[in-house]
């Protein structure tokens, strides 16, 4: 009986040094992260709203780490070049994601064989304000269902930009769903676009409201359309497709993700440092007067909640991609 006794209490002790010492590894995992430049990659290039949000934190998430946090644009393949490349990292932290719900449209069009379960979701860090459908000034149309009906019979066929395999690729597959028939065309991300639609050579571009904005305020451009289920608060001059009777709302988040295996401890402290960040005034007025964007926040189980929702929506539009 004394020794049944003696080895429950072994085994007990045992136990509870091993839990131990798990508990210190992690906490030793996290307190002695990062010790080095931690890589922010960015899967589109410099300009545009991925590239600004992911700065909108860069600098301060360093302040807050201790290291130096940078952000690397590696644009290609509608994002799936970015992705891919921090998916394969090492699960070390020193690599992270800055990327948006184009994700699940790159999975979803065949672009990449993975999605949302190939990382470990840090925070959804921000939310963009809205997609506009903008055309040049000089253009003929004034609605978007002057768009819409003039791109039905148009020779030669009116050009869309899009990013292929990208959340604007489906925002003009979407156009064509509700009766546009217009020519979609890989003109990049949104600083590409933008060019894209100055130069002349594309009849209308989906893009991020706040980078717009100096476009329609200069006179440059005119908005048909906010792709989202309401109008911008803040910018509330520009009609949703919705009110105009399409049936189109693409919202994009935007998050940090790390590669799959990367210890919680260290995604969580990350996590922390954005969230922090997220509530700072300097931070909310950065993206308010930038690009008209309200602060959004979801932090690790929250974020992967969001995004797995959003893939679920998104699986009713695969057949169109």
């Given at each position: 009986m004394?020794?049944?006794?003696?080895?429950?209490?072994?085994?007990?002790?045992l136990c509870a040094a091993v839990f131990a010492n798990g508990a210190s590894e992690t906490g030793a995992a996290k307190d002695a992260w990062p010790k080095k430049t931690i890589q922010v990659i960015v899967p589109f290039n410099p300009g545009g709203d991925t590239d600004f949000n992911a700065r909108a934190y860069a600098t301060r998430l360093g302040e807050i780490l201790?290291?130096?946090?940078?952000?690397?644009?590696?644009?290609g393949n509608g994002g799936a070049t970015g992705a891919t490349q921090v998916k394969n990292a090492a699960p070390d932290g020193y690599t992270v994601l800055f990327y948006h719900s184009a994700l699940l449209v790159n999975e979803l069009s065949g672009t990449t064989d993975f999605g949302i379960e190939a990382f470990e979701f840090?925070?959804?860090?921000?939310k963009n304000p809205g997609n506009v459908v903008a055309v040049n000034a000089n253009s003929p149309y004034k609605t978007l269902k002057d768009l819409i009906e003039a791109s039905k019979t148009a020779n030669p066929q009116l050009t869309f930009a899009a990013n292929m395999?990208?959340?604007?690729?489906?925002?003009g597959t979407m156009l064509n769903k509700v009766g546009?028939?217009?020519?979609?065309?890989?003109?990049?991300?949104?600083?590409?676009?933008?060019?894209?639609?100055?130069?002349?050579?594309?009849?209308?571009?989906?893009?991020?409201?706040g980078p717009s904005i100096p476009y329609l305020e200069s006179g440059e451009w005119r908005a048909l359309a906010l792709l989202e289920e309401e109008r911008n608060p803040i910018y509330p001059n520009v009609p949703t497709a919705k009110e105009q009777g399409y049936d189109i709302a693409t919202p994009i988040y935007y998050f940090f993700a790390f590669p799959k295996g990367t210890d919680q401890a260290i995604v969580n402290k990350f996590a922390d440092a954005c969230e922090t960040i997220n509530g700072e005034a300097a931070?909310?007025?950065?993206?308010?007067?930038?690009?008209?964007?309200n602060p959004y926040f979801a932090k690790t189980s929250d974020a992967l909640k969001l995004m797995q929702q959003q893939a679920e929506e998104h699986q009713s539009i695969k057949h169109l991609l």
């Open positions: 004394k020794k049944i006794i003696l080895v429950s209490v072994l085994l007990v002790s201790g290291q130096n946090v940078v952000v690397v644009n590696m644009a840090a925070a959804v860090a921000a395999g990208a959340t604007t690729y489906v925002q546009a028939k217009m020519n979609l065309v890989d003109f990049g991300g949104s600083s590409e676009r933008i060019a894209a639609l100055l130069g002349g050579h594309v009849t209308a571009i989906p893009n991020p409201l931070y909310q007025e950065s993206i308010m007067k930038t690009y008209k964007q």
